[in-house]
């Protein structure tokens, strides 16, 4: 058997909260630092922090909540809906304003990304209507 001089390991970590992001890194230096001891070898540990974790605004969350019961009526929209673990970068725009990341109902496709995942055109007018009523909503046309 031949024992290969180094390895690299590599790989990402997604978290729905911030507080649990901290403690996951820290227990994984942890156990880096550690296995190393144990085997007598030396590690290093790097971890790149990408993105942060996606947290709504209240205020916006309510707001886009609204504005598809304006467009769908409340029976088409669904408010309890528990968190992904998506690999989601809109926590770079929530930095900079206050957001929400919400979803559009695309009737009972595959997920996005899914290589079955099929469009539902039908979806575009509600769609399009939902983010025409968020703009009314918060400048009002006369």
Not at 45 to 50: R, S
Not at 83 to 98: C, Y
Not at 111 to 134: K, R
């Amino acid at each position: 058997n031949v024992i290969p001089d180094s390895a690299r390991i590599t790989g990402t970590a997604r978290f729905l909260k911030k507080t649990v992001q901290a403690n996951v890194v820290e227990r994984m230096r942890d156990v880096v630092e550690g296995t190393a001891r144990v085997y007598g070898c030396k590690a290093t540990f790097d971890y790149e922090y990408c993105v942060d974790v996606t947290e709504n605004e209240n205020r916006c969350t309510d707001h886009a909540i609204q504005a598809a019961i304006a467009v769908a009526g409340s029976d088409r929209v669904e408010t309890e809906i528990d968190p992904l673990m998506g690999g989601e970068d809109f926590s770079e725009m929530l930095k900079a304003r206050p957001g929400a990341f919400i979803f559009l109902g695309n009737g009972e496709s595959a997920m996005l990304h899914h290589p079955e995942y099929d469009f539902d055109d039908e979806a575009i007018p509600s769609g399009s209507s939902w983010f025409v009523e968020l703009a009314e909503q918060r400048m009002p046309v006369n």
